[in-house]
């Protein structure tokens, strides 16, 4: 089993709809995580990071299930900016930080 | 610098040649990260630095691959006989410290492209 899986998709959704993505992570150990954006042909980029209660900013939540192992991330009014691929990460515990990244799921909202 | 810098942006060698990737971090960064995406593909770890030390090579995916770390700061990838399968960006990201709830900052890349 891989470290962190996500759905590759694409989702091709509409301009305002909802969408919603999850992240599997196999070590139970883990102990932060994030979403990170990777417009085409450039460098990720943090998009937040995912706390045990659950976060908003804006139109985006993230939500973190210790128990079943996985992250979501949910963007609700799509809107043409977001396409992008969305990369889920895993940093473990212990003494070396070494984030693990998902393969990410690409987004496209069309008009 | 403002951000994290890579150079070159582009490069385009032959098989068998060596090629050297540099990565500039934040002023100030202690942890670096060297990571590759092939095309379609996720981020493959390559190599972490705390300050000048590897504490984790593991991601290195053979002997011809190498790095070093200076003053705390700049980085250089090297590729020794290259191949063609060593196609691919190569991503250097830099975070404050090197903890765990710490985000990292990405450089642009360099695409490395073995004729």
């Known amino acids: 089993r891989k470290e962190v899986e996500q759905d590759p998709g694409p989702f091709n959704v509409p301009e305002g709809a909802t969408v919603a993505f999850n992240c599997t992570y196999s070590n139970s150990a883990s102990q932060s995580f994030f979403w990170y954006r990777q417009d085409c042909r450039k460098e990720p980029k943090l998009l937040m990071s995912?706390?045990?209660s659950g976060n908003e900013d804006g139109r985006f939540t993230a939500q973190l299930n210790r128990a079943s192992q996985y992250i979501s991330l949910l963007i609700r009014d799509s809107k043409l900016s977001d396409s992008a691929t969305y990369l889920c990460v895993v940093n473990p515990s212990g003494g070396s930080y070494i984030p693990t990244f998902g393969r990410g799921t690409s987004l496209i909202v069309h008009p | 610098g403002a951000g994290v810098s890579q150079s070159p942006s582009n490069k385009v060698t032959e098989k068998g040649k060596d090629v050297e990737l540099r990565c500039d971090p934040i002023?100030?960064?202690?942890?670096l990260y060297w990571y590759r995406q092939s095309l379609g593909q996720g981020l493959e770890f390559l190599i972490y630095f705390q300050g000048n030390s590897a504490p984790d090579k593991s991601g290195l995916p053979s002997d011809r691959f190498s790095a070093e770390r200076t003053g705390g700061s700049v980085s250089t990838l090297t590729i020794q006989r290259t191949q063609q399968e060593d196609s691919a960006v190569y991503l250097c990201?830099?975070?404050?410290?090197?903890?765990?709830?710490?985000?990292?900052?990405f450089g642009s890349g360099t695409q490395l492209s073995v004729l």
């Open positions: 995912v706390y045990s």
């Open positions: 990201a830099s975070s404050t410290q090197g903890v765990t709830n710490e985000k990292l900052f």
């Open positions: 002023s100030g960064h202690t942890a």
